[in-house]
């Protein structure tokens, strides 16, 4: 019988959700995991297979907004506001220099920047609603997505729900994921995710 759900490491790509400067520092155990982040950024380099930095990024003022934030950043409240450091990635988790081109950004177009690496920004929870991830991933041949990153159950829960809709393979890299919990794990695990730690995925990449 086939297993629908077993990774495909040789056609995986990485999506990282969030890792932001302002979410590191605000987000509880996002600081904690971004050794894992970097470890597990630096084997997908390795192997040759695609990463993706998923990014928030909220400007004063607009309404463009999940509804439990909109009311604040109407308001004029705004973390990764673009251009700021507080949007940027941190540097370790980027193959070189890199700086980030919000309008480009926020227009919906991928940035690349190194072989098979991009920067996309999501304007809600999941990285697929309205953006170009599903394209380019299709398009580089990938049938498994694997998930890292900040705030578990709000972007990547929702990002790996929706990936799994897609028919995609779906592992979440725990110790690389903030705000992890044993309730939410089962969750994910009720729709076929795979958990795997850091260790796990190195050498399903090797």
Not at 38 to 46: C, D, G, I, M, T
Not at 131 to 137: E, G, K, M, S
Not at 142 to 171: I, W
Request: some cysteine; proline content about 6%; charged content about 25%.
């Amino acid at each position: 019988m086939i297993d629908y759900l077993v990774p495909h490491w040789a056609r995986s790509a990485l999506v990282l959700v969030d890792v932001q400067q302002d979410f590191v520092e605000s987000v509880a155990g996002t600081r904690d995991v971004l050794p894992a982040l970097v470890h597990l950024s630096e084997a997908f380099r390795a192997a040759g297979r695609p990463i993706v930095h998923v990014v928030r990024s909220y400007v004063a003022g607009e309404s463009d907004v999940d509804l439990v934030r909109r009311a604040s950043i109407e308001a004029g409240h705004a973390p990764v506001r673009p251009g700021t450091v507080g949007a940027q990635i941190p540097a370790e988790l980027l193959p070189g220099a890199v700086d980030l081109d919000w309008d480009l950004l926020r227009s919906g177009r991928p940035q690349e920047i190194g072989p098979g690496e991009r920067v996309l920004y999501k304007p809600r929870w999941s990285a697929f609603h309205r953006t170009v991830l599903d394209d380019v991933l299709r398009t580089a041949g990938v049938d498994t997505v694997v998930v890292a990153g900040c705030n578990l159950p709000n972007c990547p829960r929702a990002t790996l729900f929706d990936a799994s809709e897609r028919d995609y393979r779906t592992v979440l890299v725990a110790d690389a994921t903030s705000q992890v919990t044993d309730g939410r794990l089962a969750d994910l695990e009720l729709i076929g995710t795979r958990l795997r730690s850091v260790d796990d995925v190195v050498r399903g990449l090797s």
